[in-house]
């Protein structure tokens, strides 16, 4: 059950593109670390924001572990190569001192296609005993629906019945059987390639390897450089213009074995590093590597190649996406990954967070840019809650940016310090 699991785990990494994917509509978490009950309705793109150690990488998380379940197993090595940070069960199941620690984890995922009747579900119940815990958490329930009808089944009272490993999804053996384009297929298989990315300084600059070589870039971002060479090969020249020209020193990027030349040999290097030519530099000097390049370079790359690749996820996630931006650029980034998301594929999603104010006014809030702030209530519980662009609030926009709003505490989630 294991190697089978394993198997479709991989299958889930290769993009097919032959596929129509429908878009994951909602999600629910309940159980999850900080979060006790949130239903979270997703865009295309999706921005969590809020204080440090409110839960926003709670929900990415949650996604993760709900991956690996319609994977067919959930274990430390399913959720870590899927970015999810591992842990004992209780570090992963509610916990607070107003209520018990509920004894299974529930999370549910829908989605939806062009067709109105084309929908899709994904739900799962899971186990771990605190006390004992096992390597792979036990399915306690789990249903694969496509629209009215249930295609997996799966409860406590059958469980005998069925004689089967209860570390084993049974979603991830029935994908098998069903037709490439059928909803719940489509649904599944999307869940399956999830990951969520956190890039490094090191890791970006080429000087350690990536942990997680997931395409195209690396959880981490350590296979930037060859992400970002199969990327200018799969692009036209506007998409290609539309990522360099948020680097105004920049004259060209490619990607190079021969850092030797470019590196001290004190330096600890991977197989390959971008190079970039600077355009303001003399000629005979004008070429530095990854390693000596400016940070914020590097981050603004990560997202684009994420965004544009044709080997990315249907959906997936980026942990501080703001990170080593100034307030500005990360403005502009983020003004862009709607229409670089659209460009690479029409169902494509990305979920992310932020600290910095000055995201919100990159995002145009409508049904596909979707702002989040998650906070926690006077329990300690995460909330999340989305932020509509109301009348009242395009009324107050006129005068005051989104940031300024945000940070004059009219949006909510701002941090208590």
């Known amino acids: 059950m294991h190697a089978l699991a394993t198997l479709l785990d991989g299958i889930g990494d290769a993009k097919l593109r032959t596929e129509h994917f429908m878009r994951l509509s909602e999600f629910r978490i309940k159980g999850f670390k900080s979060i006790v009950d949130q ?13 440090n150690g409110v839960g926003k990488s709670n929900v990415l998380e949650a996604l993760g572990v709900l991956s690996a379940a319609a994977s067919g197993r959930v274990d430390d090595e399913a959720i870590l190569r ?41 739900r799962v119940s899971l186990l771990n005993p605190l006390k004992k815990p096992e390597l792979a958490w036990s399915f306690n329930s789990e249903i694969l629906s496509d629209g009215e009808v249930k295609l997996v089944s799966r409860a406590p009272k059958n469980k005998g019945a069925l004689n089967l490993d209860e570390t084993a999804g049974l979603a991830a053996l029935k994908v098998v059987e069903m037709a490439p384009g ?26 350690v390897p990536d942990p997680q070589t997931r395409p195209p870039v ?32 920049v004259a060209d990027v490619s990607a190079t074995d021969a850092t030797h030349a470019l590196l001290s040999p004190s330096v600890p290097r991977a197989k390959q590093s971008l190079r970039f030519t600077d355009r303001f530099m003399a000629w005979s000097r004008n070429t530095l590597t990854a390693y000596d390049a400016s940070e914020g370079a590097l981050y603004v790359l990560f997202a684009a ?13 980026i942990d501080n996406l703001d990170s080593a931006l100034n307030p500005r650029l990360v403005t502009r980034l983020v003004s862009r990954l709607a229409g670089w998301l659209r460009h690479a594929d029409p169902d494509r999603q990305l979920l992310f967070t932020a600290h910095n104010p000055a995201v919100l006014d990159g995002l145009s809030l409508d049904d596909e840019v979707r702002l989040f702030a998650v906070e926690r209530n006077s329990e300690g519980h995460t909330t999340v809650r989305r932020i509509a662009f109301s009348s009242e609030l395009k009324e107050q926009n006129k005068t005051f940016p989104l940031s300024r709003l945000w940070a004059m505490g009219n949006l909510g989630a701002v941090p208590n310090v």
């Open 39 to 51: 239903t979270i309705s997703l865009g295309r793109v999706n921005c969590f924001i809020g204080a």
């Open 82 to 122: 899927r970015g999810v940070r591992a842990g004992l069960p209780r570090l992963f199941k509610t916990s607070f001192a107003s209520g018990q620690i509920p004894p299974h984890i529930f999370l549910e995922a829908s989605g939806v296609a062009v067709r109105p009747d084309a929908e899709a579900a994904y």
């Open 182 to 207: 059928a909803p719940a297929s489509v649904l599944l298989k999307a869940l399956q390639n999830y990951a969520i990315y956190s890039p490094n300084t090191p890791a970006l600059r080429a000087m």
């Open 218 to 249: 690396g959880l981490v971002g350590g296979g930037l450089a060859q992400g970002f060479e199969t990327l200018k090969r799969a692009v036209d020249e506007e998409q290609l213009d539309s990522v360099l020209e948020l680097i105004d020193w």
């Open 305 to 317: 190649v994420l965004c544009l690749s044709p080997s990315s996820p249907s959906i997936f996630a």
